[in-house]
């Protein structure tokens, strides 16, 4: 006869300042975490901020993270609408998927 496991007791959640919000960071944003385009399958992966590389959880490809303070800018392929990430001041962008080359315009945002 099968004997009955008793559930594991669930652990104390850990007590937190209510008071504390951390600081904002360049981008903004409080979350310490940062976001690219995969090279392998074009997925917008999170990372924390410091990173030097990313391993992307669908496709296994490690992409590179920019320097800090590289400026990003993101545009919408016009041939097979993939989001493309590209360093901003660039005047066009060829995508990977489709090898469309894409014209960048500074100032116009598509996303």
């Known amino acids: 006869m099968?004997?009955?496991l008793a559930p594991y007791p669930t652990p104390p959640a850990?007590?937190?300042s209510p008071s504390y919000t951390p600081p904002p960071l360049a981008n903004g944003s409080t979350g310490g975490q940062?976001?690219?385009v995969c090279s392998g399958c074009?997925?917008?992966l999170m990372y924390p901020v410091g990173a030097s590389s990313v391993c992307c959880a669908v496709c296994n490809a490690v992409t590179a993270v920019p320097p800090p303070g590289t400026e990003m800018a993101r545009l919408v392929c016009g041939?097979?609408?993939t989001l493309l990430m590209y360093i901003r001041g660039a005047?066009?962008?060829q995508c990977s998927?489709?090898?469309t080359v894409n014209l960048a315009f500074e100032g116009l945002h598509l996303i």
């Open 34 to 36: 940062s976001q690219l």
């Open 91 to 93: 005047t066009s962008v």
């Open 42 to 44: 074009r997925n917008l």
């Open 97 to 99: 998927c489709c090898h």
């Open 14 to 16: 850990p007590a937190l």
């Open 79 to 81: 041939g097979c609408h």
């Open 2 to 4: 099968p004997v009955p």
